[in-house]
């Protein structure tokens, strides 16, 4: 069986998009379905690339027993679209500008994450780089959610 690949996108790849593919891995390594998983994450700007996550996102996700400490930021680029088969936006502005970059072909791939929650009614993850600590945590619970509910969706 093919790996399932899954890209998570925000705007600058240091606070929610990390985060996803932080709490994916974990979780899929967790559930014994690493190996039918891929998960990578970028940005759509190119503010941070090369940098870790935001100390924030680091800090919050290690107190839940995520790493994100490997990960680096970097910027959607044309080949992803090709190579992966769900393109995950963290809201609707990440998704229109994913949207404008994308082949008609592939269009089919792109998504809001949040489409895969099962217990919050939103259909965004709310960027917290501008507040505080409370910001990251609501993160968490709104990725962990969506990552649950992504594991247990049976379509590729």
Known sequence: MRRQRILFVCMGNICRS???EGVARTLAETRGLAARFEFDSAGTHDYHV?????????AAAAQRGYDLSTLRARQVDASDFERFDRILAMDRDNLALLRKACPDEQRGK???????????????????YYGG???????????????????????P
């Not at 600590?133 to 379509?155: I, K, Y």
Request: cysteine-free.
């Open 18 to 20: 990390p985060t996803a």
């Open 50 to 58: 090369g940098r870790p996550p935001d100390p924030r996102a680091r």
């Open 110 to 128: 792109l998504a809001l994450f949040l489409g895969f929650s099962t217990r919050f009614d939103l259909a965004e993850v709310p960027d917290p």
């Open 133 to 155: 600590p409370e910001g990251f945590e609501r993160v968490l619970d709104l990725v962990e959610d969506a990552v649950q509910g992504l594991l247990d969706d049976p379509s």
